[in-house]
């Protein structure tokens, strides 16, 4: 591997960029691909480029088909995260889903009798305010948000930043009214209708879930839709 190409490597594994690495398995050439950009000595037609892309969603490494070149694209992702705004009931079965899924919990709620080890052992909680919290845990493009508390003093905060971040999920419970009422206040707040439109509202996808545990699944299916989108 050419020094440069090591250190732009490097770079996107701090930056927590996703890349990946495409060698030609003749020639030893490579090229860095990421999802807006590519960059190397090894030229890649748009179809590899695509299929690369793919690879990089799917988190699957891999020979790339090619008819006139052998490739091998090995995938660097960031770790999946999501960060649930509002310990409630909801949170504690969609925790366990998330972490079958492969994502690191993070659960953010001020409330302490809400946010307790009891609750949710094993999960990293914080008591700070929830803008304050999402700002230092930082959100990049594996970063799902889902605020649960209904409560705006909680859910509006936490939605300013994560509507302004690189998170690629956000989604907030509450009726269709209460997103009116929510989209309301984003605005009053100063974010665009195209930032306020990333809000997935009401949260998860429509299976007619009554119960927590249902809740829960329509929400990690939806997470799941979106990380997983063409």
Same mark, same amino acid.
């Given at each position: 591997m050419q020094p440069d190409t090591l250190e732009k490597l490097l770079s996107a594994l701090e930056n927590k960029r996703p890349v990946a690495l495409v060698s030609e398995l003749e020639t030893g050439e490579q090229a860095l691909v990421y999802?807006?950009?590519?960059?190397? $000595?090894?030229e890649l037609s748009d179809e590899q480029v695509a299929a690369v892309r793919a690879a990089i969603?799917?988190?699957?490494?891999g020979r790339i088909d090619s008819e006139n070149t052998k490739l091998f694209a090995k995938v660097f992702n960031p770790p999946?995260?999501?960060?649930? *705004?509002?310990?409630?009931?909801? =949170?504690?079965?969609? *925790?366990?889903? =998330?972490?079958?899924?492969?994502?690191?919990?993070?659960?953010?709620?001020?409330?302490?009798?809400f946010a307790s080890? &009891?609750?949710?052992?094993?999960?990293?909680?914080?008591?700070?305010? /929830? &803008?304050?919290?999402?700002?230092?845990? $930082?959100?990049?493009?594996?970063?799902?948000?889902?605020?649960?508390?209904?409560?705006?003093?909680?859910?509006? /905060?936490?939605?300013? *930043?994560a509507l302004r971040s690189d998170a690629f999920y956000i989604g907030s419970l509450g009726s269709k009214r209460t997103h009116a009422?929510?989209?309301e206040r984003l605005t009053e707040a100063g974010l665009s209708e195209e930032e306020i439109a990333r809000i997935h509202a009401p949260v998860g996808l429509a299976i007619n879930a009554k119960s927590p545990a249902e809740i829960a699944i329509s929400i990690m299916a939806q997470v799941t839709q979106v990380l997983r989108a063409e």
């Open positions: 999802r807006d950009s590519t960059e190397g $000595g090894l969603r799917d988190d699957k490494s999946k995260r999501m960060i649930i *705004v509002g310990a409630v009931h909801i =949170a504690q079965p969609l *925790v366990t889903l =998330a972490q079958t899924s492969g994502y690191e919990v993070v659960i953010v709620d001020p409330r302490g009798a080890a &009891d609750r949710f052992p094993g999960v990293t909680l914080t008591e700070d305010w /929830p &803008d304050d919290a999402l700002n230092e845990l $930082g959100i990049d493009t594996r970063t799902a948000v889902v605020t649960l508390t209904h409560d705006p003093k909680l859910d509006d /905060p936490a939605l300013e *930043v009422r929510r989209v």
